[in-house]
């Protein structure tokens, strides 16, 4: 009974999160050049455009910040759904060990995210530095 409580609290927060990004994806229809043959994803139609002008070390710095934040958002949802299914155990011990492993494996992994996250922006601060600074010879 409980569990299907939950799922339909997730679908219920699924379906409307669909509904509300369905207006905005359905927005513009058409892209603002037009069909172009010689450019078919469209990426040359706004003038400094991020996709076109940018240096490829930082659209994959951006690649990587998005993936660690979904990543981040994931363990922090799990966290909570642990903390809550801990609270809702009511002294079922199951539940609470159910718990307890999961809020453990999400925070180590909070922990590797943000590892990850301050390694690579700490890589390609350097590497940006190391290319753009000029020579002394």
């Known amino acids: 009974m409980q569990k299907n409580w939950f799922k339909g609290i997730l679908t219920s927060v699924f379906v409307l999160g669909l509904l509300t990004l369905a207006p905005a994806a359905m927005a513009d229809p058409e892209p603002p050049c037009g069909n172009d043959p010689a450019d078919p994803l469209g990426l040359n139609c706004v003038e400094g455009s991020k996709l076109t002008n940018n240096d490829p070390r930082l659209i994959a710095t951006g690649i990587i910040n998005v993936v660690l934040g979904v990543l981040g958002t994931i363990a922090t949802v799990l966290i909570f ?5 801990w609270m809702t155990a009511a002294g079922n011990e199951d539940n609470v060990t159910k718990a307890k492993t999961i809020m453990s494996a999400a925070v180590i992994g909070l922990v590797i995210i ?7 922006s700490f890589v390609i601060k350097s590497a940006t530095k190391a290319i753009n600074t000029p020579s002394a010879t």
Do not use: H, K, N, V
Not at 81 to 85: I, T
Not at 114 to 120: H, M, P
């Open 81 to 85: 759904y642990a903390g809550f299914l």
């Open 114 to 120: 943000l590892a990850a996250y301050s390694i690579s």
